[in-house]
């Protein structure tokens, strides 16, 4: 079969309506993206469910030859079915390699001395601004916080990441803010020049109950990229903190095809979590 060909049949198959939840519609969403990445290293944080179905979709699919990381767990390329946690020993099933959490931090800075391979991550925030900072730390003032997170943990490696992708499971004002009240991990700064390297290109796109979102070229503020099915314009900008920009033309996320569901359920995540987490709109 042709490239084309190949490309046509792929789009045809993508356009199929097909019954699915949200949390399989950003599993796909972020799969797909991984096609861009094969061949490359991929982490994924301690409470990752999303991301842990995507990458390994993504090696069963577009990416066959990714190599991803269980950030909780050291496990590397796990073929165990999804659970809850990277940190859950049954991600060790399956495993080509198991590192040590000394190697797991360690590794954050390995490629500055192997002519720096790219690295990249999928993480979250309880905050993300419209220049890409995200906020996994506290809401409000340090010292009194109205919300204390689990602390900065792996976000402080944001800076050595070739590329940053994000998620949320939920898409309201009080994630998506003009301004996060902490950084754990810079965004578009006015200071990232100052100390991020230069081969670290920060978050590429986020990915929402909503939607997904890139950076502007121009400004890199936050840009709507494409709507999930059956969500408008008006729910995301009245859920979003801060004014997004928006393009004339305004893509819709695909939906997952019949064969990435069939992989989803079956194969990947044969018990449902991505059915029945707590995500909302």
């Known amino acids: 079969m042709s490239q084309n060909a190949s490309k046509s049949s792929k789009s045809s198959k993508s356009s199929e309506r097909v019954d699915c939840s949200i949390g399989e519609i950003m599993a796909v969403a972020i799969a797909r993206q991984m096609e861009a990445h094969d061949g490359e290293w991929v982490a994924v944080g301690a409470y990752s469910q999303l991301p842990m179905a995507a990458v390994k979709l993504a090696r069963m699919t577009c990416a066959p030859s990714l190599w991803w990381l269980a950030g909780g767990g050291g496990a590397i390329n796990g073929t165990g079915k999804l659970v809850t946690s990277t940190s859950d020993y049954r991600t060790l099933r399956g495993a080509e390699y198991v590192m040590s959490m000394e190697d ?19 993480v979250g925030g309880i905050q993300i601004d419209r220049r890409g900072s995200s906020n996994m730390v506290c809401v409000g003032d ?8 689990v602390g900065t943990v792996g976000l402080c490696f944001g800076v050595s990441f070739s590329t940053m992708y994000f998620y ?12 996060v ?3 754990s991990s810079p965004g578009f700064t006015e200071e990232r020049a100052r100390y991020v390297p230069p081969e670290s290109t920060g978050p590429r796109l986020v990915f929402t109950p909503l939607g997904v979102f890139d950076f502007a070229p121009d400004s890199r503020l936050m840009r709507l990229k494409s709507l999930h099915p059956g969500v408008t314009l008006e729910e995301v900008r009245d859920n979003t903190g801060f004014d997004l920009i928006v393009p004339e033309r305004i893509g819709q996320t695909p939906a997952p095809d019949a064969e990435e569901l069939q992989l989803l359920r079956h194969r990947i995540d044969p018990d449902g979590i991505l059915q029945t987490l707590r995500i909302n709109r």
């Open 104 to 122: 797991v931090v360690d590794i954050e800075m390995w490629r500055f001395t192997k002519k720096n391979p790219p690295l990249v991550a999928i």
């Open 142 to 149: 340090y010292e009194r916080p109205k919300v204390r997170g």
């Open 181 to 183: 009240d902490f950084i």
């Open 168 to 179: 949320t499971m939920h898409h309201n004002r009080n994630i998506f803010v003009e301004e």
